[in-house]
């Protein structure tokens, strides 16, 4: 079974300052990789994807995330952030899971990002 | 274009009772997934349908059941309510495979 691990469960920053939030994932093959936001009282949105091509991928509001193959990693970033930026964030892979469908995503366990002015 | 939309937004069952989570989409999608999020555990599948027609368990299946009515709906059902069905259940759906979700505004279950 595959797992996605978020190195971070709580951070809180300051407006302006830069953010990188850890993702690391556990899986043999090809993946598809997902950063989704949920902005409180809100359902999941989606932040940005990969699939293939380029590493480095860019997102809505100013995100970025890239992939590391030999790492494992998918690692989100934006260089300043913002109060709105105050949210949980999940990162998450495509997965496949004993009943033997391949549709599902595996999420990691989110991590609690507070902006303060 | 409403997207997934899931009713009902907020429940309180008592330990046994019975009840279905509804979910519909307008984006034409093939797969449609029911997830539960509960605090510190991130999102966790608990049924998907790849197709109508299919259902398939996920990582947390135990206690609930599906029901794929068309290629809009799929529903969820907890035969008996426990208390550790207790959750933020989210409905989602998309294209299937490796691409990516939509999803609902999740329904708030609590179970005493």
């Known amino acids: 079974a595959q797992s996605v691990s978020q190195h971070n469960h709580h951070v809180i920053l300051s407006e302006a300052a830069s953010l990188e939030l850890g993702c690391n994932y556990s899986?043999?093959?090809?993946?598809?990789l997902f950063w989704y936001v949920q902005y409180p009282g809100q359902h999941l949105q989606l932040l940005l994807k990969?699939?293939?091509?380029?590493?480095l991928v860019k997102g809505i509001k100013g995100f970025e995330a890239e992939f590391i193959k030999s790492k494992f990693s998918f690692n989100l970033r934006k260089p300043s952030v913002q109060w709105s930026d105050t949210a949980e964030y999940f990162c998450?892979?495509?997965?496949?899971?004993?009943?033997?469908?391949?549709?599902?995503?595996?999420f990691g366990k989110g991590t609690h990002l507070i902006i303060q002015p | 274009n409403a997207g997934v939309t899931q009713t009902p937004k907020f429940q309180v069952l008592k330990t046994g009772q019975s009840m279905t989570l509804q979910c519909a989409q307008d984006?034409?999608?093939?797969?449609m997934y029911w997830y539960r999020q509960d605090p510190g555990m991130g999102l966790r599948l608990i049924y998907y349908?790849?197709?109508?027609?299919?259902?398939d368990k996920g990582e947390v299946p135990n206690g609930y059941n599906v029901s794929r009515l068309n290629k809009r709906e799929f529903s969820l059902r907890l035969e008996s309510a426990a208390p550790s069905q207790t959750s933020v259940y989210f409905c989602?759906?998309?294209?299937?495979?490796?691409?990516?979700?939509?999803f609902g505004p999740g329904t708030r279950l609590t179970v005493t």
């Open positions: 349908s790849a197709s109508e027609g299919t259902t």
């Open positions: 899986y043999g093959g090809t993946v598809n």
């Open positions: 984006m034409n999608h093939n797969s």
């Open positions: 990969y699939f293939s091509g380029d590493p």
């Open positions: 989602a759906s998309g294209s299937g495979g490796y691409y990516e979700q939509y």
């Open positions: 998450a892979v495509n997965g496949r899971y004993s009943g033997g469908g391949a549709d599902g995503l595996t």
